[in-house]
């Protein structure tokens, strides 16, 4: 059999149609990852079900990235470079290069695929960039640190984390400018939004815990007490309960908090030391990155466990996460 014919074959079909089934018993299928190498230059386009891996050279330092939903192209930031890199992912190829004005950090897509907002750390600012044309629009200033960013399910809010100011941006997308700003935790972090775009969460490395604001009122209504250093937060489902789970970094374990009452209800120790995280479109898997141990886990939400576990070897560390067909 070759193997390689297979995967070329794989990779060429468009990646929005690109739905892998697990050989285990598991609740749906599961999309194609894209994966910001950070340590090598790259993005990897992995399958969460088999755990084969194509990489595409991307020139810098990448930390950040986003897909359109139609699954045609990335976005990729750059750590140590001015530009964010374009990739046609069918080609497998970089085709543009957008200078964003400093040094950005993730990448956030539109639910339309219209618009790539991109935090600009180095000077505090939100890029926004016409997936249509891939040229810079605009940039938003918000507060120190931007650091993520998730829209509301119908676009027209965006929520942008800056962990040295301690504060949440909210802004108007169809004005293109910030609000309002919400004191969180100590150095918030990562963003999850619920389904329906009422209640945000914001993961407080600083102050390990999570704060769960409501979007109609802006106002903090929780604070969750988790692990120790929580950076990655998605939100997922088990046999209909929405989830958010928290990765703590500074320790090994998941943090999973029952929406309906801002509690935490397991804690669950993962063997290694949680980064980022997304959900599975349908929410029924987890997918976790770790930078020490250069793995990416698969976790079944309704079985309650790891199912697979993915090795990255090389010079890699394994920053955000996208998935093509990612919901909010």
Do not use: C
Request: proline share 5%; net charge positive.
């Amino acid at each position: 059999m070759n193997v390689k014919l297979i995967i070329a074959v794989v990779l060429a079909l468009p990646l929005g149609s690109l739905y892998f089934s697990n050989s285990q018993a598991t609740p749906g299928p599961q999309p194609m990852l894209v994966v910001a190498l950070g340590g090598a230059g790259q993005i990897a386009l992995v399958n969460p079900a088999s755990g084969k891996q194509v990489r595409i050279d991307v020139g810098s330092v990448v930390h950040g990235v986003g897909v359109l939903p139609n699954g045609r192209k990335a976005y990729a930031a750059g750590r140590n470079s001015d530009e964010v890199s374009v990739i046609d992912l069918s080609r497998r190829k970089v085709i543009k290069r957008i200078n964003v004005g400093g040094r950005s950090h993730h990448v956030a897509v539109s639910p339309d695929g219209r618009w790539v907002y991109v935090t600009v750390d180095s000077n505090n600012t939100v890029a926004v960039i016409d997936a249509g044309t891939d040229a810079l629009v605009t940039t938003i200033p918000v507060g120190a640190g931007p650091t993520y960013t998730v829209f509301s399910p119908d676009g027209s809010r965006a929520y942008v984390s800056s962990k040295k100011a301690g504060i949440i941006s909210v802004i108007d997308t169809a004005q293109r400018k910030v609000i309002k700003e919400i004191t969180a935790g100590k150095r918030p972090d990562h963003l999850a939004l619920t389904p329906d775009g009422r209640t945000l969460y914001v993961a407080n490395q600083g102050s390990n815990n999570v704060s769960a604001i409501d979007t109609r009122s802006d106002r903090v209504v929780a604070t969750i007490p988790v692990g120790k250093g929580p950076h990655g937060i998605a939100v997922v489902e088990r046999q209909g309960r929405l989830l958010v789970a928290v990765g703590n970094q500074a320790e090994t374990s998941l943090s999973l908090i029952d929406v309906g009452t801002n509690r935490v209800i397991q804690t669950i120790n993962l063997g290694i030391n949680p980064t980022h995280l997304t959900a599975s479109p349908d929410r029924n898997y987890l997918y976790i990155g770790s930078v020490p141990a250069k793995q990416i886990l698969v976790y079944d939400v309704g079985r309650g466990q790891v199912v697979k576990r993915i090795d990255l070897a090389g010079k890699v560390q394994i920053h955000q996460i996208a998935v093509v067909g990612n919901r909010q």
